[in-house]
């Protein structure tokens, strides 16, 4: 037996089955409940979102042998035929390849026929609106008043090419574009069905690239599942998708904060080995500098589960919102830009470096400048020292932690001595950061994570940090993590006290400078307080 495409074989047969389009649904069941039938149905939307589905589904109903219904049997001649695309009744057009008149005129004088096997004679007519405007003339007396058993249902994915004359004689269904969970949800159903092994992260990309398209979210689908040889893993879908790995994107804005435009350039070289897209890199730059912005101003917004989430809110915390809507406007201008640049590559780095420069200066520094010299004249800037780098805030050191517990000729020591030794990055480095130490012994390392960080547990976190740990140790740790409320401050939590303690004294020390004072009494100025960052 030849092999079917999914978009084929999981095309929904019912209403009950249809993704995504609930309002459509819901309209279309009442309305087939109480028999209230218009004679011309319209269905607007974007290609894959269900247009000649629902369009079939409806013939069903309107057909099928067990009377008109909004849940048809689906196992009747006329239901099976209409399936398998074979009922005689019903007459799918494409109005691509039929666009003129005489081809309209004669379908619309078999419409005057009675059906041959259904209790309707229905018409889909895809992509209406490349109908020439005699053939929309020609089919309007009929649209307006077709005999009793003939149901027009119309498709098309521009409807502002069709007349306002055969908009009015139909009842219009905007379909919506699928978002990207419910698109995800239906792969992994298909794939439990269907027995192939699959990552959630990788049919999350799938989902994204899919654009709102079922259907195509299906055709990426057959291709992931070829290319991975019967298995959906993210690795293989990013290599397949040409998609930016979200660590290259947040190491471009951890280098920002830090200011390191060497580590920029190290980015775009490694995407350019990689042969991935840069206009893809920029579009997911400024998706991810979204979330940033939406977990600065609604925190709560921000999903538990999301796996970058600390990452997440760690630059939404070193960033200024002000500065992440400027990047935000950047990355967008740059990748409207990169056709003009000299090559991708290219316009890619111009925009890293742009993002690099225009990174904000000290409050002292902006308030000197835009004083007026005294002489009336044009005065140089002077070089203003930023105060928050005069008055440098003590450093706080580390607790020690509870106990020190002695493993195999090497002291345990403090946990934070130790995470601070550890060579982790990304998520591996905030689950450590975040655990306490409870236990250590011979062969066993016991931490406990707090409920509200649990989602760090996510692997490969903890294989990665208990890896770290057989290094340091020299021999096999068994990692045990138990979430829980720690009875001490753990490495993160101690970081943001320190970074709060910091926080404060700059802007104490800004509100306290006699110069700040000085402008601020001389141009009606005021302080933006989220403008300033201590100096480390």
Same mark, same amino acid.
């Given at each position: ?42 269905? =607007? ?7 000649? =589905? ?101 498709? =098309? ?30 792969? %992994? ?14 049919? %999350? ?15 990426l689908l057959d291709q992931a599942i070829?290319h991975g040889a019967g298995k959906v ?38 995407? %350019? ?43 939404? =915390? ?219």
């Amino acid at each position: 037996m030849s092999y079917q495409v999914l978009a084929r074989k999981w095309r929904p047969r019912n209403f009950s089955t249809l993704v995504g389009q609930e309002h459509v649904v819901r309209a279309l069941t009442h309305a087939l409940s109480e028999q209230r039938l218009h004679h011309a149905y319209l269905f =607007t939307g974007t290609r894959g979102v269900g247009k000649t =589905t629902i369009a079939r589904i409806l013939a069903k109903s309107l057909n099928c042998e067990t009377g008109i219904t909004a849940t048809p049997c689906g196992k009747c001649s006329a239901c099976l035929e209409i399936d398998a695309g074979r009922f005689v009744d019903l007459l799918e057009v494409d109005a691509a390849t039929n666009t003129r008149v005489d081809e309209m005129r004669q379908l619309l004088e078999n419409a005057v026929y009675a059906p041959t096997r259904g209790r309707f004679k229905v018409y889909v007519i895809d992509e209406v609106h490349m109908l020439s405007t005699s053939a929309f003339n020609a089919m309007l007396k009929t649209l307006e008043e077709p005999p009793e058993h003939v149901k027009f249902i119309l498709a =098309t994915t521009d409807p502002q090419k069709i007349p306002v004359t055969v908009l009015s004689r139909c009842l219009q269904f905007n379909l919506k574009q699928m978002p990207v969970l419910s698109i995800s949800t239906h792969l %992994a159903h298909i794939l439990q069905a269907e027995d192939i092994p699959f990552e959630a992260t990788a049919l %999350a990309l799938i989902a994204r690239s899919a654009a709102g398209s079922m259907r195509d979210s299906l055709s990426l689908l057959d291709q992931a599942i070829a290319h991975g040889a019967g298995k959906v893993d993210e690795a293989q879908v990013r290599t397949m998708l040409g998609s930016v790995d979200q660590d290259h994107l947040f190491s471009i804005l951890e280098a920002l904060q830090e200011g390191n435009a060497s580590a920029l350039l190290q980015v775009a070289s490694a995407l %350019a080995v990689r042969s991935l897209s840069f206009a893809g890199a920029l579009q997911e730059l400024g998706a991810l500098l979204t979330r940033i912005q939406v977990a600065q101003c609604v925190p709560t917004a921000i999903d538990d589960e999301d796996p970058d989430r600390a990452r997440v809110v760690a630059l939404a =915390t070193a960033l200024s919102p002000e500065y992440v809507q400027l990047a935000y406007q950047i990355v967008n201008v740059g990748r409207s830009e990169l056709a003009m640049a000299p090559d991708e590559h290219a316009g890619f780095v111009m925009t890293l470096l742009r993002l690099h420069t225009f990174r904000p200066r000290s409050v002292a520094e902006v308030v000197d400048s835009a004083r007026p010299s005294p002489r009336g004249g044009a005065e140089p800037v002077r070089q203003v020292v930023p105060v928050a780098a005069q008055v440098k805030p003590p450093v706080t050191e580390l607790p020690s932690a509870p106990r020190s517990v002695p493993v195999a000729g090497k002291v345990a020591g403090d946990w934070h001595e130790i995470v601070a030794a550890l060579p982790l990055s990304g998520l591996a480095r905030e689950l450590a950061i975040n655990c306490e130490l409870k236990e250590i012994g011979e062969g066993h390392c016991l931490l406990c994570l707090p409920p509200s960080v649990a989602h760090l547990q996510m692997k490969p976190s903890p294989e990665k940090l208990q890896q770290a740990l057989n290094e340091y140790f020299g021999r096999q740790v068994l990692l045990k993590i138990e979430v829980g409320s720690p009875s001490a401050e753990t490495p993160a939590a101690i970081a943001g006290r320190q970074r709060q303690e910091r926080q404060a004294l700059a802007e104490n020390a800004i509100e306290q400078d006699l110069f700040v004072q000085e402008a601020i009494d001389a141009l009606d100025a005021s302080i933006v307080e989220s403008s300033i960052k201590p100096i480390d």
